[in-house]
């Protein structure tokens, strides 16, 4: 596993689990080999870094919106930390697609946000065609993830994190290619299926902590 991310994900661990009071709930859902996309809602800056520790025995890819690699220390950061930069203003970025489908070829896991940007609000956003897109073309199973309680810690335009409230991620079952891509005859395929996996996500229920 790169050094580089290994360091990032085990920090991370130890503020879900000790600075946030957090749980994962579901790690009995994650494969042990084979390629896979993750697919969580996104609340928050912190939503990343704790997704990889919750899968912390597989190494994951991340994509990220390209105007994240600024000059200087983030653009190395990222750049070693398996962040895939992404040009939202070119909905057909054909470098990005590529290297994704290839990691996922080779048998990585691929995080990606269905919602595409962190919530204003702590509601769910619109789904984007994007992830459907890259599941039905790749056809491996897709892992709805809820995060909750980010948004209460660390807004979007936030600066400091709020610590006194708390963080769960809860992982759900695979889905699988006939599962999702059941859309095939319609011409608003990837969007529909987008749709349907952002559903998954939502009926996810945060359990209740002992």
Sequence with gaps: MNPYYLTTILFSDLCLKELFNGKI???????????????????S?????????????????????????????WNWLLSHINVIPVDKENAADISAIKKTLTFLKNGFG???FPEG?????????PAQPGIGFLACKSQVPVIPVRVFGTYEILKKYSICPNIRHISNIVIDKPLLPEQYDRFQLS?????????????????????QRQ
């Design 110 to 112: 691929v995080a990606i």
């Design 187 to 207: 011409k608003e395929r990837y969007f529909l299926t987008a749709n349907y996996i952002l559903d998954q996500i939502k009926r996810i229920q945060e359990p």
């Design 25 to 43: 709930y579901g790690q009995e859902n994650i494969p042990c080999s084979g390629p896979f996309i993750v697919a969580p809602n996104h609340l």
């Design 117 to 125: 940007t962190r919530s204003l609000d702590g509601n769910f956003g």
């Design 45 to 73: 800056h912190l939503d990343p870094p704790l997704v990889g520790a919750a899968f912390r025995k597989r190494e994951l890819m991340f994509l990220a919106r390209k105007t994240l690699f600024k000059p200087g220390f």
